[in-house]
């Protein structure tokens, strides 16, 4: 017998023909609801509320609703939906880690239904029968839980699949004395998969924008997203450009060795293109150990804010390294350098590569230019140069450099050296709270 056949016996045979009518006809009102919930891509957080709210005015006794899954994140690896009746409404948390070393986890009851292939497993809190074989129904218990029941449902049908991310979980507590009735439990039983769709379809929606946004960034990921898929698919934007190179990679990776020094890298990036995206820049794309990133420029009234912002980065990444570097010493490790080259044009971001296989970036002469300035960084002795453009919107002291002809561009262009003192000064005062 399928498990939708197994649900559907539940509810017949309870006791009353009018009752189990009704309660068939409430379980299909309900996932008939989920259903269009699951076209219409809800969020889990309303898909919850709006569950419960239904149950609630059935009469179903239900004081605290809980949804987990595992999913796809480079922060956390684990997502709940608590619903309480102190509450009244939906609260989302994440969790950093679902491993061995995580009691919660660990000695949970979803932990159990997990290793034991168990899809459901009901719990009294009180009176003759209680099992309180799990921390937290101790806890529930002492915050006048009679009545717990949890709820395992997989995403794939594959018995070999040992994913954790194929289920979703649901517990239900209730506080009435009596607990769930037969019928309660059939009814949360009987919307239990078509629930579980709803999520999918929604976790499926995050989880596919979370890689776009994490390997292409926030705006591509998007444009990903929404169908700019096509080789030749562009648009033409008007930004600051940002181009920045570790200069002394060999001497690290030398240092650290081949197995240490991606790590290194990570770390260098974290200071560096971690600073673009803390101030509202869209880092493109790494290309080997330089960063090319963006700071779009709407309109020209948001000029001057593209160019503060890209600033304000760069003095952020100058910190950073600082830091970075004072702990490397202490470590016995080479320090960190860098080249950072700073550029205003308009360039064609969208895709490019071959019909099977394209890459989302910018192109452009103005890009092109933004990494020669970059290279003369080391020539001139200096950490950061930026064109004109982007030295006459900043608001901080600048050193003229000189025109210098650009690399293979043919084109000369007069570069500044900014002073982030003051920039620098303002960041520590903000880190400082």
């Known amino acids: 017998m399928s498990n939708s056949e197994n649900q559907s016996a539940i509810v017949t045979s309870l006791p009353g023909t009018n009752n189990a009518q009704a309660a068939r006809g409430f379980v299909r009102s ?27 005015a059935s009469g179903i006794p239900v004081d605290r609703v809980m949804v987990a899954f595992k999913t796809l ?6 997502v709940s939906y608590i619903w309480s009746k102190e509450a009244g409404d939906v609260e989302r948390s994440t969790h950093m880690g679902v491993g061995d070393q995580d009691s919660d986890w660990t000695e949970s009851p979803m932990k159990w239904m997990l290793d034991n292939d168990v899809s459901f497993m ?31 449902t997989p995403f794939v049908t594959d018995r070999d699949s040992t994913l954790d991310s194929n289920r979703i979980f ?27 769709v709803s999520c999918k379809m929604r976790i499926n929606h995050e989880e596919t924008s979370t890689i776009l946004e994490t390997y292409l960034g926030s705006d591509a990921g998007t444009r990903v997203r929404n169908g700019q898929i096509k080789l030749g698919d562009s648009t033409k934007t008007r930004a600051v450009i940002w181009f920045s190179d570790m200069r002394n990679s060999t001497s690290v990776a030398t ?14 990036f974290a200071a560096t293109a971690g600073a673009v995206l803390k101030h509202g820049g869209q880092v493109l794309r790494y290309i080997g150990d330089a960063t090319l990133a963006i700071f779009p ?27 970075l570097n004072a702990k490397r010493e202490e470590e016995g490790k080479p320090p960190f350098d860098y080249g950072l080259g700073m550029h205003v044009g308009d360039v064609i971001y969208g895709n490019v590569g071959v019909s099977e296989r394209v890459d989302f970036t910018v192109v452009g002469q103005a890009a092109n ?30 050193v003229e450099m000189g025109a210098y002809e650009l690399q293979g561009t043919g084109v000369s262009v007069k570069l500044f050296a900014p002073d982030f003192s003051e920039a620098c000064h303002r960041i520590e005062l903000m880190r400082a709270g």
């Open 255 to 268: 240092h650290v060795g081949d197995d240490a020094f991606l790590g290194e890298m990570n770390d260098f």
């Open 369 to 398: 230019e933004a990494a020669r300035i970059e290279q003369l960084t080391k020539q001139l002795g200096k950490r950061v140069l930026v064109s004109q453009t982007v030295a006459s919107f900043i608001s901080c002291p600048t």
């Open 122 to 152: 009901r719990r009294h809190l009180i009176g003759p029968g209680a099992v309180l074989d799990f921390p937290v129904l101790e806890s529930f218990r002492r915050n006048r839980g009679t009545d717990y029941y949890a709820l395992m």
């Open 297 to 323: 420029i709407d309109d020209e009234n948001n000029l001057e804010n593209a160019c503060i912002s890209a600033l304000y980065a760069a003095a952020e990444a100058q910190l950073n390294i600082d830091e």
């Open 73 to 78: 994140h480079p922060l956390y690896e684990g």
């Open 30 to 56: 309900v996932n008939d609801w989920l259903m269009e919930c699951a076209l219409d891509d809800t969020d889990i957080s309303e898909l919850l509320s709006g569950m419960v709210s239904r149950l609630v």
């Open 170 to 196: 649901m517990t239900y507590l209730t506080r009435r004395p009596s607990g769930f009735s037969d019928e309660d439990l059939a009814i949360l039983s009987g919307i239990q998969r078509r629930f579980a």
